[in-house]
């Protein structure tokens, strides 16, 4: 029985590491909520993109409100980043998921629906101005990919997600050979139970001064 207690108190302080690591994850995060509802939510209900937890905490990090967002694909994180950016165009090809979205869109968001990969990449190409954030989470990624290479401005922020993936890391290839530094971000998120990758690029650091607030992890010791 000594052996027994002795070797349960060296493992306690392991199990509640391990309980409060579960804490975090599940319940602070969110990931149990986002689970049960199939909808990439934080643990408020809040809609999140599908993206990994360390890449959604970065992006809290900066003040995107004078932002012109591109999104390829839309979902909850077209509701997220409409509410921190001033504007947001968001091009969907599946017509029951526009229409979804349709009817939780923002003011300051156009959703647009394009079936064709012609019609999607198009959506991007035939608008006049540039943007300052591009997020490539749909959809024809190379092609969306280059694309997103016309129309990002000169300080701006391109967002990749599943840049584990081999499509994907081509994508981020061609980003790097196009002058951009690639900032990787790989753990859990929302809904899946495995963990991924999603990646930023940046030429720029015109983001960072007074729009950038600096990281404040859930679960934190100040959090």
Known sequence: MKKINSLIWKLLPAQLALHGSFKIL???QGQWRSIKNSMAEDAQGNPIPWYTYPAIEY????????CDVFEFGSGNSSL??????????SVEDSKEWYEEINRKKSANQTLINRSSE??????LLEIDNSFDIIIIDGNYRLACSNAALEKITNEGMIVLDNSDRLIEKECAKLF???GFIQIDFSGF????????TTSIFLKSTKLFGENFFGPNPIGGLNN
């Open 80 to 89: 997220y980043w409409a509410s921190r950016c001033r504007t947001l165009i």
């Open 176 to 178: 790097r050979e196009n």
């Open 189 to 196: 998120g929302p809904i899946n139970g495995y963990c991924w």
């Open 118 to 123: 012609a019609g999607y990449i198009g959506a």
């Open 26 to 28: 599940a319940f602070k």
């Open 59 to 66: 992006l809290n990090s900066f003040n995107f409100s004078q």
